[in-house]
């Protein structure tokens, strides 16, 4: 027995031993294999939306992107120049969080009642701030109350910027509740954008439930594009065509211009050059409505802002009437042009 003690101690010794080794790879294991898990939940994106916060950075700027984060959410954020300059670390937590950081404005004055050279410098300076604080120079600009015209746009581009305005307004400035802006957004369509504000506590309490009704819809949040001003992949890749695509074929321009405009609707001529035959995509921004077309046969995607107009042999030039329901200041943008 004294000889065999030694033996039975020391294979006890050893089995402890594996078995630590054994219950520490399964550990190790366990850990990797949760690091590397995908969610079976992970969303299928058949189409990309524009989440947007103007007004900010804000005190309540660090609230927001916690809420967006733990939604899993990239969003465009239209700052003021002047909060950025006074709320840097906030500006950076933006960027920081993933977020894309654009341009509105200085101080959210009435930019339209301004001289061309008030309109350059009030702009550069915004961006200037943005881009001393986030190191990104913005690629996008918002008129503050949707209020624009040729002028303003012609010096965001001059700047480098495309003007971006809504296709939906959550009316959270408006005291919507959070159910109100929950259903305002579930309006959204894929490419479309939203607007929505920085501060304001009823917004960030209807992130969950806007993320849970796209979710439901196969649309994802994505990127403005600084080309076409509607939301895309967020790596810049188009979405999906939510309308029925025109017809194979070769290229055509199709060239736009405002001929009238009343207090409650404006008419537009489309001029297509190219092709005798052909197809053009026009879209308008939520909520205008086009009421008569001429020139053309055209149809309507789902949410009736995109119009697909084909030529009927009324020659090269069509035209419609856009009412304005409320929002004077936008006007249409050519999609495409295809011949055939």
């Given amino acids: 027995m004294s000889r065999l003690f030694p033996r039975t101690a020391l294979w006890s010794r050893r089995l402890r031993a594996a078995l630590a080794v054994l219950a520490t790879a399964v ?11 995908t969610p079976s939940s992970a969303a299928t994106c058949n189409g990309y939306v ?32 002047q909060n950025v300059q006074n709320n840097r670390s906030a500006a950076q937590a933006q960027v920081s969080a993933g977020m894309w950081v654009a341009n509105h404005s200085w101080n959210h004055a009435h930019m339209t009642s301004m001289s061309q050279a008030q309109m350059q410098s009030d702009l550069s ?34 700047l480098g910027m495309r003007q971006v305005l809504w296709d939906v307004d959550s009316q959270d400035w408006n005291g919507a ?65 939510t309308t029925t695509p025109p017809p194979s074929g070769g290229t055509c321009t199709a060239t736009a211009a405002t001929t009238n405009v009343w207090g ?33 046969t055209a149809t309507w995607d789902s ?23 409320g929002n004077s200041s936008a006007r249409p943008q050519i999609r495409s042009c295809t011949s055939g």
Avoid: K
């Fill in 177 to 241: 509740s959070v159910s109100q802006i929950v259903a305002n957004a579930s309006r959204l369509q894929a490419g479309q954008v939203i607007l929505m504000h920085d501060g304001i506590q009823n917004t960030r309490d209807a992130i969950p439930q806007i993320m849970a009704n796209l979710t439901s819809r196969n649309l994802c949040p994505g990127m403005i594009s600084p080309s076409t001003g509607r939301a895309v992949a967020p790596d810049g890749t188009t979405p999906p065509p």
């Fill in 27 to 37: 550990a190790m294991c366990g850990v990797v294999l949760a690091a590397t898990s």
């Fill in 50 to 81: 524009g989440l947007t916060f103007d007004d900010g950075p804000t005190g309540s700027t660090s609230a927001l992107l916690n809420v967006l984060r733990a939604n899993g959410v990239r969003a465009t954020m239209f700052n003021v120049g």
């Fill in 125 to 158: 300076q915004t961006s200037s701030a943005i881009q001393s604080a986030t190191g990104s120079r913005p690629v996008l600009f918002r008129p503050p109350y949707g209020e624009t015209n040729s002028t303003l746009q012609s010096v965001a581009s001059s």
């Fill in 303 to 325: 949410s009736g802002t995109v119009m697909t107009m084909r030529s009927n042999g009324s020659g090269n030039t069509f035209g419609f009437t856009t009412m304005t329901n």
């Fill in 264 to 296: 409650d609707r404006y008419n537009t001529s489309v001029t297509v050059s190219g092709a005798s035959t052909w197809t053009v995509v026009v879209a308008i921004t939520s909520p205008q409505r086009i009421s008569t077309v001429w020139n053309g």
